[in-house]
């Protein structure tokens, strides 16, 4: 059976920087995951004393507080930074954009419409620098029957699919007379998403590696099976099946952005040993 990686697949610039971050901020803590990979994190934690902290009242006895990348409520942000503690921010830049362009629209008086899972960090970080009221939409049924006024300002969570963001922004734009569009989803996860969908064309099965709890991964799943029906999603190499492959010619492998290499490579590995 032939493996044939993604053309663009794994680590973004801001998962890379993140982690850069974190390394050399020995004996710190991250507010919440740095990223969203368990065995990423854990390696930052054996390694480097670098911990993890889901509730800000738990930093108390903590001098250095690391921002994750998705970004943080900007409420908490302004707490931690009023705390003396050294304050380390790893938000993607990426993601910092769209917290900027909704702040300033919502300043301006623009309905804001943030396109994105509403429980998703990121997506909480980006709501709360808005200064009215943000519609959250995960699809266009969600804006039917809503009155969003005369002028909308529209940004999307970085990861999600361009094909869904454009059904949200034509719907505005042929309902509300003034529409700001800013396309904030991250060129590496549009790459990512172009080379998954190439490649699960001419693949019989796709293995997506990543964090089950990360939105890109899920992306890349869904996107290859819209090619591929034999395509899964595995964290590590202790999740493969042997009967996944069983007649297959072509394995495809792509990851998301928060997966570092070593673990690709060695899932690349297991399945080599089980197409043996």
Excluded at 31 to 45: A, C
Excluded at 125 to 131: D, I, L
Aim: charged share 30%; with cysteine; net charge negative.
């Amino acid at each position: 059976m032939e493996i044939k990686l993604a053309e663009n697949y794994g680590f973004c610039f801001g998962v890379k920087r993140a982690i850069e971050i974190a390394e050399e901020s020995k004996d710190a803590s991250t507010y919440g995951p740095l990223i969203h990979n368990k065995e990423e994190i854990n390696r930052l934690e054996k390694n480097f004393n670098v911990t993890t902290t889901h509730e800000i009242d738990e930093l108390e006895n903590t001098d250095k507080v690391i921002i994750r990348t998705h970004g943080i409520v900007k409420d908490e942000l302004d707490v931690l930074e009023k705390s003396g503690k050294e304050i380390i921010n790893a938000t993607c830049p990426f993601v910092t954009k769209p917290q900027e362009i909704v702040q300033e629209m919502s300043q301006k008086g623009y309905k804001v419409v943030i396109f994105g899972d509403e429980n998703h960090p990121e997506v909480k970080g980006v709501k709360s620098y808005a200064t009215n009221k943000p519609l959250v939409v995960m699809d266009v049924e969600d804006l039917r029957n809503v009155y969003l006024g005369s002028k909308v300002a529209v940004v999307s969570q970085t990861t999600r699919k361009i094909k869904e963001f454009l059904k949200i922004t034509n719907f505005l734009i042929e309902n509300v007379k003034e529409v700001r569009i800013f396309n904030t989803i991250c060129n590496a996860t549009f790459e990512n998403q172009e080379a998954a969908y190439n490649l699960s064309k001419d693949a019989d099965i796709m293995i997506v590696i990543g964090g089950k709890n990360s939105s890109n991964t899920k992306q890349l799943l869904s996107i290859a099976k819209e090619n591929c029906k034999d395509s899964y999603l595995v964290e590590t190499e202790d999740e493969l099946e042997e009967e996944w492959f069983e007649n297959k010619k072509l394995c495809g492998i792509t990851a998301g952005a928060s997966t570092p290499d070593w673990i690709i490579q060695n899932i690349i590995q297991s399945i080599r040993n089980i197409s043996v």
